[in-house]
């Protein structure tokens, strides 16, 4: 059974950058798809991209297109969402989660990693 | 971007009594559907996947239906564990995926 671990949480500046990442374990790395989500505080989920490592493929949310950068070392196994420019509304529990390449439907996730936009 | 849109936001429902959550998209997206459950301070649970099929471990008391543009995910007799929050996920025309707005499951 594949497990998703992500990066502890972090406190960022407005206007800075966070890196998160996600570590599979289990599973081979490459051959399946990593996609990010976001949860703000008693909202809903909200795509932000992906990327299937195996093929270098990368996939954006159109509300994230220029500000989102997904990455992935295949010689640490891990995966990594870049956000720029950070402001208040930024402020979210970020996901990853694990998916057939050919089946965009998300059945393992990492456990969360909450990002905090303030001054 | 195909919006998929929950009703109704909030539903309350006793133990034991059947519970049917909707979810509609703005066009057809055939029976690329996913269901997730998801509890306070956790990550969602895939449910149900296909529209209709059910993901590993998961029971019998929760089922998918509908194709197209109109789909529901019901739960037959709901039990203490299933009170949480509902989304629906297309992956019909994708990247990108999009989820509902979620609908919300309370005790009654």
């Known amino acids: 059974q594949v497990q998703l671990v992500q990066s502890g949480a972090d406190v960022k500046k407005p206007g800075s950058s966070v890196k998160v990442s996600c570590k599979p374990s289990g599973g081979t790395f490459g051959a399946y798809g990593i996609t990010w989500a976001r949860q703000a505080p008693g909202q809903g989920l909200e795509w932000m991209g992906g990327?299937?490592?195996?093929?270098?493929?990368?996939h954006y949310a159109p509300n994230f297109q220029g500000r989102v950068t997904i990455s992935a070392d295949a010689s640490t196994g891990t995966a990594y969402m870049d956000l720029t420019s950070l402001r208040s509304e930024d402020t979210a529990v970020y996901y990853c989660?694990?998916?057939?390449?050919?089946?965009?439907?998300?059945?393992?996730w990492g456990q969360g990693t909450l990002v905090t936009v303030s001054s | 971007e195909i919006v998929m849109t929950q009703s109704p936001a909030t539903l309350s429902v006793s133990p034991g009594e059947r519970a049917t959550l909707s979810c509609r998209a703005s066009?057809?997206?055939?029976?690329?559907l996913a269901w997730y459950q998801q509890k306070p301070g956790q990550a969602p649970r895939l449910l149900i996947y296909d529209a209709s099929t059910r993901a590993t471990g998961i029971p019998a008391r929760f089922s998918g239906s509908g194709s197209g543009t109109e789909f529901t995910l019901t739960i037959s007799s709901l039990q203490s564990e299933d009170f949480a929050v509902y989304y629906c996920q297309q992956y019909s025309d994708c990247p990108p995926v999009t989820f509902g707005q979620g609908t919300r499951l309370d005790i009654k």
């Open positions: 989660a694990w998916h057939d390449p050919g089946r965009w439907y998300f059945d393992c």
């Open positions: 990327i299937i490592p195996l093929f270098g493929a990368q």
């Open positions: 066009q057809s997206i055939t029976n690329y």
